[in-house]
């Protein structure tokens, strides 16, 4: 057999640095045998436990240095003394080995989903003790619009912040659970069938345990209403008041007479002479605005601290100093309180009123052919709300509660030891190597798909050496239906913000990017509202389109990108996972592994690494907040002109943010080319593509027979046979020296 060449690869033989297997297994029992005195027999405690007579011949080696030779552990001071201090820290070990790992992460994870329901919990507490009306809702502001907006926001941060850690910690503990354990694996290779190893899987789920396949069904069924009620616990009531427009000539500030022509009683709307005089006696207190102030100020449909304005003309009639009178008042679908800045007739209804094509002609500016020299706005308090649902959130409450105890009985009831990462994978096949998958150690996740394993035929397969691509390492199903679906949901917000674009410039309304960016983030506007039938406050029940319709319809959007976002994931997970596995081919390194022995390392992220998970996670953060500002619950209160609720005419409908959604689709759009492009890295050309596929990672696991410390030691994988004389040779993982196969030469896996 010739000598094999190492080339440039890295690589570390010399193992007398490393501690062998068997005091990595039996430290515990050596120590404890240390401390032991004789039994009641007079043979040592060792003796009742361990029959191998060179027991205490045993040498350790720590950095390459004997620690202690073969020596009676009851007659040395100093040596009992190092051996104290070994056990201290081996116990210390044996404490992290309790929460190493996935346990670790699921005890984390299950940490955070206790604060975050301590957190739902008291706000809930603390919102009940302010008011709580018939309906559930708490009151928190009540006020200034301007306040209540940012509050909002705020809060609704603070939701998706907590929804996200708390999903986050759902989803890391299904995953773990649907890691198969060895005997699963070992199960489906002899019927024929593999397993993923390191990623969330649906083929894993008809080989686990039925206690994990149902708490991994309660975690994700208790997704759904937190996706559906938690944005929408939280909401703002706009307060829009109706008013009435007065065009007046100067001489009614100062008293003069006036009556209500014929002609003017259509439009009076709700008016009487007793208001008509109140506004008289007070206009001068109102607040004087120059045209393009005036303009403004009633430009919105929805008017929160405005209420009647006196439109001052320079027009005169002797008989009367009231000219006309337009009643207003907001219904979505049939009439804008903003049309009559745009008549110039004596019809408000004659056209719909883009206030940007009035501004620049403020100075000759009419109403109702009147030509305007200032208005007097009658100035009011803004009366908007920021609400809390209280029923909503107990909902939230328990189905936040059901995720701490099913996360906190999947890290307490499960003592088995699952394969979670690819380094659990390696480690067992290593420890015991599979016979399923033996003299296949060139084995690809694609002849395993191909199901050639099965066969008893095994010819040696010559060693190819090709350029693989991260895409490579997900399956085309993943691929095609994570890029379908997450194109269509693109195009459909798309499609949707043509429509609504299209709406608001149905209502002579400007459209462009400005005009949107004005609008606001997830702000409520009478032109963005959806109008499929209203529903008023005094409808308890809400008839076919009550209040919990629209929170389902607000909330739904949610469900549909977490979906997404497990797709979306579940590729960088693969690839990663890949990725991990490629680097062996070229760095001696130790086995990243969820419960650490010798020189293994501990991990507490399963696939992702912080680098990639962290980002991850803001930007699913920031695309559930940008969709819970592109569609969600509205709900509008109208004040009549005496300043009195008009119960009969409120709103609760959903409205939608046209900027909100650019941006949501502008993020989207970014998440997913970014996908794209990494998928483009390559892999290294010395290693094997297995993927997440548990036969071939299997197959690559057969090591050489003397190299039994491999598991626990720094790893590479390799060559470790050429093969002469028509006995082909044989790549593995090994502690020992390794080479880079040849192209063209034939192994076999045969050690």
């Known amino acids: ?149 940012q509050w909002g926001a705020g809060l609704h941060l603070l939701i998706n912040v907590l929804s996200t850690a708390l999903l986050a910690a759902s989803n890391y503990t299904i995953q773990c659970l649907g890691a198969p354990t060895r005997h699963d694996v070992d199960l489906a290779h002899a019927k024929g069938a593999w397993l993923d190893i390191g990623v969330p899987s649906i083929r ?52 003069a007479p006036w009556e209500v022509d014929a ?79 745009c008549t110039e007739g004596a019809d408000v209804y004659d056209a719909l009123c883009d206030v940007n094509t009035v501004l620049p002609h403020a100075a000759t500016w009419t109403v109702s052919g009147y030509p305007i020299e200032y208005c007097l706005s009658q100035v009011v308090p803004e009366r908007c709300k920021l609400q809390f649902s209280i029923t909503m959130m107990i909902v939230v409450i328990i189905f936040n509660a059901l995720k701490v105890a099913c996360m906190f009985y999947g890290f307490w009831g499960h003592k088995e030891k699952p394969l979670v990462t690819i380094g659990d994978a390696i480690d067992s096949f290593l420890e015991d190597p599979d016979p399923v998958t033996q003299g296949l150690c060139l084995m690809t996740k694609h002849d395993a798909i191909k199901g050639t394993w099965i066969s008893p035929d095994r010819a040696p397969k010559p060693w190819q050496p090709a350029t693989q691509y991260w895409h490579s390492a997900v399956g085309r199903w993943r691929w095609f239906s994570c890029l379908v679906l997450c194109t269509l949901t693109v195009t459909g917000a798309i499609v949707l913000l043509i429509i609504g674009i299209h709406s608001i410039a149905e209502e002579n309304q400007s459209s462009d990017l400005t005009s949107l960016w004005s609008m606001g983030f997830g702000a409520v506007n009478a032109n963005s509202l959806l109008r499929i039938g209203q529903t008023a406050s005094d409808e308890p029940g809400g008839g076919p389109n009550s209040t919990l319709d629209y929170v389902l319809l607000a909330n739904t959007p949610q469900i549909l990108f977490s979906f997404l976002y497990l797709m979306y994931n579940g590729i960088f997970t693969s690839m990663l996972n890949a990725d991990e596995w490629s680097r062996f081919g070229t760095l001696r390194k130790s086995l990243r592994v969820t419960m650490p022995r010798g020189h293994q390392r501990s991990t507490y992220w399963l696939q992702l690494p912080y680098t990639y998970a962290i980002p991850l996670m803001i930007a699913s953060s920031l695309m559930h907040w940008l969709v819970s500002q592109s569609i969600f619950l509205a709900k509008i209160d109208r004040y009549d002109i005496y300043g009195k609720e008009n119960t009969s005419g409120s709103i609760t409908t959903a409205g939608y943010s046209c900027i909100s959604i650019i941006f ?52 590479m994988w390799g060559a470790v046979s050429e093969g002469e004389h028509g006995v082909p040779g044989h790549c593995t993982f090994s502690s020992e020296e390794v080479a880079a196969p040849i192209k063209g030469t034939l192994y076999a896996g045969v050690s």
């Open 664 to 715: 949501a689709v502008i993020v989207g759009s970014l998440m997913l080319l970014t996908l794209m492009g990494i998928s483009l890295r390559k892999f290294n050309r010395v290693t094997l593509l297995v993927g997440s596929c548990s036969v071939a990672i299997s197959a690559a696991c057969h090591r050489v027979s003397d190299d039994v410390d491999a598991a626990f030691l720094p790893l």
């Open 263 to 341: 002609d003017q009683v259509d439009n009076a709307g709700d008016i009487t002479n007793q208001q008509i005089q109140f506004y008289q006696d007070n206009a001068k207190q109102w607040q004087r605005l120059n045209n393009t102030d005036c303009i403004n100020a009633y430009s919105n449909d929805i008017t929160t601290s405005s209420g009647s304005v006196l439109a001052v003309t320079t027009y005169q009639n002797r008989s009367t100093s009231l000219i006309n009178i337009l009643g207003q008042s907001l219904v979505p679908g049939v009439s804008t309180t903003n049309e009559w800045i």
């Open 1 to 149: 057999m010739r000598d094999i060449q190492l080339g440039n690869l890295k690589h570390g033989g010399d193992r007398s640095k490393y501690a062998p297997v068997d005091t990595l297994r039996d430290w515990e029992t050596y120590v404890d045998d240390c401390f032991s005195g004789p039994d009641v027999s007079g043979e040592s405690n060792h003796a009742s436990k361990n029959t191998d007579s060179s027991y205490h011949d045993r040498k350790l080696y720590t950095s390459g240095n004997n620690v202690m030779s073969s020596f009676s552990p009851r007659h040395s001071t100093d040596v009992l003394s190092r051996i104290s201090t070994e056990r201290r820290q081996h116990k210390l070990k044996w404490w992290k080995f309790g929460l190493s790992g996935w346990r670790f992460g699921v005890a984390s994870g299950s940490l955070l989903a206790t604060i975050v329901l301590v957190i739902n919990t008291i706000l809930t507490i603390l919102a009940t003790s302010i008011s709580l009306n018939e309906a559930g809702i708490v009151t928190l502001i009540n006020g200034s619009c301007s306040k209540t907006k």
């Open 204 to 255: 894993n789920l008809r080989w686990i345990s039925w206690r994990k396949l149902f708490l991994m069904v309660l975690l994700a069924l208790g997704s759904v209403p937190l996706h559906l009620l938690y944005n929408s616990a939280v909401f703002e009531t706009i307060a829009t008041n109706d008013y009435e427009v007065l065009v007046v000539s100067e001489s009614f500030l100062s008293g």
